[in-house]
């Protein structure tokens, strides 16, 4: 399965576990490949180096460097505009150009929307729990994941 894991996601299963935990550990153990691109690791890397995450994250590029080689980084040719929060635009390109399976977001809007190009929109605990169903796959002819 291939997954983007906006920001929020990833900071918050690098620093607090939980199921963006969960997300992390299943890209960490190879069970599933994260997208990303240029721009969703230079926010990585911004928002890491944020103040109030220093006593979080003592080295925040050790961190982006090694998102960067556990994924699977593309570099999206389209810029999208369908969402009014810019950066979470940069999550859904990344998911088209990566051909990704699903996108794993907290946040609101994203969620709202449901799907990007027929890529599902979930939150960390609907990925894990698709997880923990065995749907590691895309969905099938059926409908169904494998």
Known sequence: MRIV??????VSGFG?????????????????????????????????????LTAVFDDPAALVAAVAEAA???DPAERVTVLGDEPDNRVLEAAAAGRADLIVTGDK?????GSFRGIPIVSAAQFVARLQQGHTGPPGPSGHQS
């Open 5 to 10: 894991a906006d920001t929020n996601t990833l």
């Open 16 to 52: 607090w576990g939980g199921p963006p935990g969960q997300v992390v550990d299943s890209v960490l153990s190879g069970q599933v490949t994260l997208v990303i691109s240029p721009a969703l690791l230079g926010e990585l890397a911004r928002v890491l180096a944020y103040p109030k």
């Open 72 to 74: 699977d980084t593309v």
């Open 109 to 113: 809007a994203m969620q709202d929307l």
